[in-house]
Each structure stands twice: as structure tokens, then as C-alpha cells.
């Protein structure tokens, strides 16, 4: 069985749901991962920030306008009345649920439960139109089967085991509908994989049930060589290995959730990328395989700070790099680049909530500099092809761009570089012109 997940402008409105379903019914049974209609999530954030704000008004204003939104997408989607009635049933349970925390405390239970409200309608009404077209489908809760753990970590011996488990309960069908994004955590309560996480549902899946093909359907013809909302004559790239994609997902290429590629990976299944605009189009395969043609892509990876720690006991002092890291993990916030020096030990961070904590204690071993916004651009491809030379093409296509940390020789598919974000879209730019496309 394959596993295909389609993004929320894939599910963007009733024509793009319509074609959707006229995409995936070929009689192939499958299970389909959807995520929410494209800008709701982001409006179930706004009206979160509002909540906690305690600016209810607002955060009202904000709910009557989407669930309007909602009702017209019900009156276009179905063409029966009773269709029409159940969808709006649908709908109305959502924004009675969201409505629930415009009194009382908000909390982080109440945000990920108005967060989860965005894939719970789009399944739900796209079951109930592949029902209204006489398609044998099923919905899958997810929150019955999808868990993390207290580290926020994907259990998946729970899931493998869950999902069987409903599978069997809901009965044999053509087509499997199920959420994206969305899981319990290890409280049980209502929670999620962070933002872009139908991604990772559907590579999670896929390893649970050991699919033939995990499929991730968007509105790009597939993993291009540089960020295409940033640059200017970005191409598409036939195929991946499983390590590049991670590298590149993991160091903020948009197009797949950064830990979508582990599960595929793990379990060997084949990860396909795909354009909903353009179904015919064979997309990007990722997979085991390296097909060994040196440098492949760059990414960027924003909200980074590098955090410098200059010591004169560092001097010939072993232990040093252990303190400084043991500090890190006792405030679980991992480290992405490393430099380091006689004197001084650079660190990059993208999680800065436990940074005030960080610093104090860092301050014992000696003086502490923090950059922020700062980006990582990530350079993939295989290295060992590229044989000599590799750092020296990458430096030469830099020139004038004002690095603050390099990575080199961590593993055999990366190299990155620390710049300013101002410089960002410029050092791309110049990867694309001079490494990528020259
Ligand atoms: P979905 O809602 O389907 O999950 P996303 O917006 O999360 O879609 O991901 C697709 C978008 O990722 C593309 O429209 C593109 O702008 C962006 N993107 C960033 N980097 C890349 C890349 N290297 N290749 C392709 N798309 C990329
Ligand atoms: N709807 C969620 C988000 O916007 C998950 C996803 O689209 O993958 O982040
Ligand atoms: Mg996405």
C-alpha cells in the first residue's frame, strides 16, 4: 500500500479537494494524509496569540470570519443538501470547540486543541465528499494512533502497533483518510509535530505499515536546488539519497517537514515528491541510493544564534568542551554547528528558549558573545564525488559574503556556513550563480 500526503494548498479549496479525489481514486487502495486548508492553521495561530493575550475580542473576530470561510467551502464542496447539512455539522463541532476557550484560562492544551482543528475539518469533509462520489473510504482518527513521547519524540512502536489496530477497527475500504500533523503526547492530551507536520504523519505512517511508497503531493514540481522563494532559476533535482534530503529538510528546505526523511529511511521505503498541479510530472525519488553527482542543493535554516564562549583555561585544558556541552543538554537544546579554537568555542542553537539559563551557566567558563539572527546555509551533495576541491568551489561562489563559522568534514554529504539572515537570500543567490547552476 502507498501512503500519499497532500499540503494544504493541495486541500486550498473545493475545486483543488475535487481534483484531489479524482487524483487518488485509480482503485489502488491507499491511506491519504491531509493537512489543513492552506492559511488555517495559520489563523488557528493568530487566534491562539490573541487568546493568550487575553484579547478575545479580536481572537472572536478572527473565528467568525474563518468559520464563514468554512461555511462557503461547505456550500461549494457537496452537492446534496444532506451533504451539505453533515459538512456543516462538521464544522460547527470545530468552532464550537475553538469558541470553548474565548472564556475561561488558555493554555497550551487549548492552543494545540484550536491548532488541530484545521486537519480534523479538511478530513472530514474530504471523506464525506469521497463518500458523496460512491468511493469506499474510511477515516482514520490519528489521534488514536499518533503519540509523542515526553522529549516530543514520534513513538513509533506505538504507532505501528495503533495503527494496525485501527485499520482493523474501521473495516476494509478503497481509501484511508487520516490527519496530518496532529497526535497525543505523552500526557495524552491533543498536540502535534511542530508546523509542516503532515510531512513526518505521512513518513511515520509509511514506516509503520511498511509501505512500497511514502508520496508527498505539493505545489512544487518536486526538491529544486536552491529555496525557490529566494531565488531566481532554481531547478528540480531527479533524485535524492535519503542523507541528502534529510540534510537539506533538516536545514530548512520548506518542501518536507525536517524529520520527514528518518522514518523513510529507517525502514527503506522510497520517498516520492510530487506537484497536485501537475500529476503526471515524475517528480523527486528519494531513496537509499547516492547517485553520486557531487554537489546537489543548498538550503538555509533561519532563527539561528551563534553562541561564543573565549576561555583562557580552554588552553590545553580537556574537559572544556564537555562542561560547555553537558550545559546544553541539561536545558535540551541542541547544537547544530560547532567551531572551535585555542582560546574561544563556537555553537549554534536554533531553540533560544533556555538561552538566559544557558548563558548564566556559561558564564563560569569564561566570556560569552550571542549573535542572533543568524542563518545556516547548508550545501549537500555528495563530497566524495566532488573528490578535491570541494570546499574551494564553495568558498570561491562566497566571495564577498561575510561567513562567521564554517562546518566541514561532520559528514560526508554537508558543508555549512553561519552568515548574517540579512545575507541570506544574497548568499543563495551566489551559490546558485557561481556552484549550482555554472
Ligand atoms: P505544503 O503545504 O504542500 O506542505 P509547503 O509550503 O510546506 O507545502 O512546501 C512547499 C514549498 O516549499 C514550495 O512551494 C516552495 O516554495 C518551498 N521550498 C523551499 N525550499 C524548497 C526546495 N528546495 N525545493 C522545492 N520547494 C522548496
Ligand atoms: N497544517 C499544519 C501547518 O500548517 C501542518 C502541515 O501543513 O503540514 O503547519
Ligand atoms: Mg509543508
Partial sequence: MKVLKFGGTSVGSPETMRAVMDLITDGEQKIVVLSAMSGTTNTLVEISGYLRKKNKDTARIFIGNLEVKYKKVVNELFSSDENKKLGLKVVGESFNTIKSFTSGNFGEVGEN????????????????????????????????????????????????????????????????????????????????????????????????????????????????NNDPRFVENTKKIDHLSFYEAAELAYFGAKILHPQTVLPARVSNIPVRLKNTMNPTDEGTLITAESDGKGIKAVAAKDGISAVKI?????????????????????????????????????????????????????????????????????????????????????????????????????????????????????????????????
Fill in 113 to 224: 486543541t484550536i491548532l488541530a482543528q484545521g486537519e480534523l475539518i479538511s478530513t472530514q469533509l474530504f471523506a464525506l465528499l469521497m463518500n458523496e462520489n460512491d468511493y469506499n473510504t474510511e477515516l482514520l482518527p490519528a489521534l488514536d494512533f499518533m503519540r509523542i513521547d515526553e522529549d516530543k519524540a514520534a513513538e513509533t512502536q506505538f504507532i505501528r502497533k495503533n495503527i494496525k489496530t485501527v485499520l482493523k477497527e474501521v473495516g476494509e475500504a478503497d481509501y484511508y483518510i487520516t490527519q496530518g500533523f496532529i497526535c497525543r503526547n505523552a500526557n495524552n492530551e491533543i498536540d502535534n509535530l511542530q508546523r509542516g507536520g503532515s510531512d513526518y504523519t505521512a513518513s511515520l505512517i509509511g514506516a509503520a505499515i511498511e509501505a512500497e511508497e511514502i508520496q508527498i503531493w505539493t505545489d512544487i514540481d518536486g526538491f529544486h
Fill in 310 to 438: 573565549r576561555s583562557g583555561r580552554m588552553l590545553m585544558a580537556y574537559g572544556f568542551l564537555k562542561n560547555i556541552f553537558e550545559i546544553f543538554e541539561k536545558y535540551k537544546t541542541p547544537i547544530d554547528m560547532i567551531s572551535t579554537s585555542e582560546v574561544a568555542v563556537s555553537i549554534t542553537i536554533d531553540n533560544t528558549q533556555n538561552l538566559a539559563e544557558i548563558r548564566k551557566e556559561l558564564d563560569k567558563f569564561g566570556i560569552v558573545e550571542v549573535d542572533s539572527n543568524m542563518s545556516i546555509v547548508c550545501i549537500v551533495g555528495d563530497i566524495i564525488q566532488e573528490e578535491t576541491g570541494f570546499a574551494s568551489k564553495v568558498f570561491r561562489a562566497l566571495d564577498g559574503i561575510p561567513i562567521r563559522m564554517i562546518s566541514y568534514g561532520g559528514s560526508r554529504y554537508n558543508i555549512s556556513v553561519l552568515v548574517p539572515t540579512s545575507h541570506k537570500k544574497e548568499t543563495l543567490q551566489a551559490l546558485s550563480n557561481n556552484l549550482l547552476n555554472s
